[in-house]
């Protein structure tokens, strides 16, 4: 077969099942961590564990350090932007604490109704494929998986 031939038959398998694109746990909590922008508050560390994305780390409240850990779920992708939902956020589930630590001051990490939203084009890997969106999200062997297709 020719080079059409093969061109054509890659563009159809992206097309169909879109191409899987790992995303580490490093990434993720870089991303969390430029978004912060409060010196009272630290992310500490991004887990993926049984299906959920687990966020820990510590906010200052008046002169105390509450330690936090907060479990997300994929709940949907749009266009290259993955939401996540708020599941539980140990030691309390309170609104004070999930807007301080996600304040809308970044470009690519949004809040909104216990739905935290990622602009994963901000990540090189996905960033350099020029064209498709997010088709599916995938937690799997301690990585986040993203397939990106037509």
Not at 68 to 86: A, K
Not at 106 to 114: A, G, I, K, Q, T
Not at 125 to 130: A, D, E, M, R
Request: proline share 3%.
């Amino acid at each position: 077969m020719g080079l059409l031939g093969e061109m054509t038959r890659t563009a159809f398998k992206f097309n169909k099942n879109g191409a899987p694109i790992r995303v580490s746990k490093d990434k993720i909590l870089q991303l969390l961590q430029d978004n912060i922008k409060d010196e009272n508050i630290s992310i500490s560390a991004v887990e993926f564990h049984d299906g959920l994305l687990i966020v820990t780390g510590s906010v200052k409240k008046i002169t105390m350090t509450i330690n936090f850990s907060m479990s997300l779920v994929p709940e949907c992708t749009q266009n290259r932007i993955i939401h996540f939902r708020v599941k539980k956020v140990k030691p309390f589930h309170c609104n004070w604490l999930n807007k301080k630590l996600l304040k809308n001051k970044s470009p690519y990490v949004f809040y909104s109704n216990e739905i935290i939203s990622f602009d994963l084009n901000q990540i090189e890997k996905i960033k350099s494929v020029p064209i498709g969106n997010l088709k599916n999200i995938e937690i799997k062997d301690g990585m986040l998986v993203v397939k990106i297709g037509l």
